[in-house]
């Protein structure tokens, strides 16, 4: 087998037989879609969709020094994450660039999961590995001894409850706690990357079918469908949450990506990237760099990421992500624009689709909220 054949999930031959168009992703085979991804979208958004997430990139950090080493190798303060509670943060290079946003959780008074982007789970272990050096605490590549499913949508708390014995009610939102589904061993997340409620399950890999057909026998009376990479964008721009190498990227700090809230200066002990993060935070403050904001397109035309947005004949900005939206009936994009031209409602807006000025009107994020 060569090193550049995608790799399989435990849900593959699964996804096959329901007829899902595959696509790599991140080296991966993934469903991109079973059917209509419009449809999967709005199953997610009015009732429940199925995500197989398993190329997601777990690494268990264990030892008595698991949190002061987590606290030096990224930007936020981990020490302060609860048992049983996680975190949404970054790590950075030591010029402040983004190497990924991740999720971290506190599984125990020493054990900590991060959970990195499929396409950065190597340059994050290699990265924690590195800035683990002196300290008491293991790092661990723990991707292959997961499967990740999520369930996501208003419907998913009442189709989890049928499949497991887990106080679902007093699961808070970032949170993880370990139950049983489908009568095997879970750890139940509630994070999410729709813009809907919604949990994801760490399961063994050899248990991921069961899982699977359990939540799909529970939850097809109630609208549940499975859902594939493709729907996924679409919700998560509705929703205005960043994707890795369109939003974030290493050329950009958190700072420059309206993120700034994640680094922990007020934390014990020096972390990398410190001394840039210092620099950009006292730079954003004073001369804002070009700013994240939601575009609505007024005509049909979707723009795509890297096209140039315009304004009185001029690049005052460029799309990071672009889709027509489900929700809103209208192509929206995600895009990073001069300060100047930030504020929602700014009149003179366009994206130049392939040498057409076409107008968008600037809103702020997030293009869609739900209702609690």
């Avoid at 599984?107 to 999961?113: F, N, Q, R, T, V």
């Amino acid at each position: 087998m060569s090193s550049n054949a995608p790799r399989h999930t435990a849900l593959d031959a699964l996804h096959r037989s329901l007829g899902a168009t595959m696509t790599d992703f991140a080296g991966w085979d993934m469903p991109l879609r079973y059917g209509s991804e419009r449809d999967e979208h709005v199953a997610v958004r009015t009732k429940a969709g199925l995500f197989d997430l398993s190329h997601m990139g777990e690494i268990t950090v264990t030892g008595p020094e698991a949190a002061a080493l987590l606290n030096h190798a990224l930007v936020g303060n981990i020490a302060t994450v609860g048992v049983g509670r996680a975190r949404y943060t970054m790590i950075c290079q030591e010029d402040g660039g983004i190497l990924d946003d991740l999720i971290v959780y506190r599984l125990a008074e020493h054990e900590y999961m991060v959970v990195a982007n499929a396409s950065n789970a190597q340059v994050v272990l290699d990265a924690l590995t590195g800035r683990a050096a002196g300290f008491d605490a293991v790092v661990r590549d723990d991707c292959d001894a997961y499967a990740l499913i999520a369930v996501q949508g208003p419907e998913s708390p009442g189709i989890l409850k049928a499949v497991t014995d887990a106080d679902l009610d007093g699961l808070k939102y970032y949170a993880g706690l370990p139950g049983t589904v489908a009568g095997v061993p879970a750890l139940i997340a509630r994070t999410g990357y729709t813009g809907e409620d919604g949990f994801e399950l760490f399961v063994a890999p050899a248990d991921a079918e069961k899982v699977w057909q359990a939540l799909t026998d529970a939850g097809t009376p109630a609208g549940l469908v499975p859902c594939g990479l493709s729907c996924r964008d679409t919700l998560r721009l509705e929703a205005g949450m960043p994707l890795y190498g369109h939003e974030l990227t290493t050329s950009l700090t958190p700072f420059d990506a309206g993120l700034g809230r994640v680094v922990k200066f007020e934390k014990d002990g020096d972390f990398v990237g410190r001394e840039a993060l210092t620099a950009a935070a006292e730079r954003a403050a004073s001369e804002p760099p070009r700013v994240l904001v939601g575009l609505i397109a007024e005509g049909r035309r979707v723009p795509r990421a890297g096209y140039p947005v315009v304004a009185d004949g001029k690049v005052i900005g460029e799309i990071t992500s672009g889709a027509p939206s489900p929700t809103l009936g209208k192509p929206i994009a995600m895009a990073y624009v001069d300060a100047a031209h930030a504020a929602p409602g700014t009149a003179g807006v366009g994206v130049d689709i392939r040498g057409s000025h076409e107008p968008y009107e600037v809103v702020a994020l997030p293009f869609y909220k739900r209702q609690k």
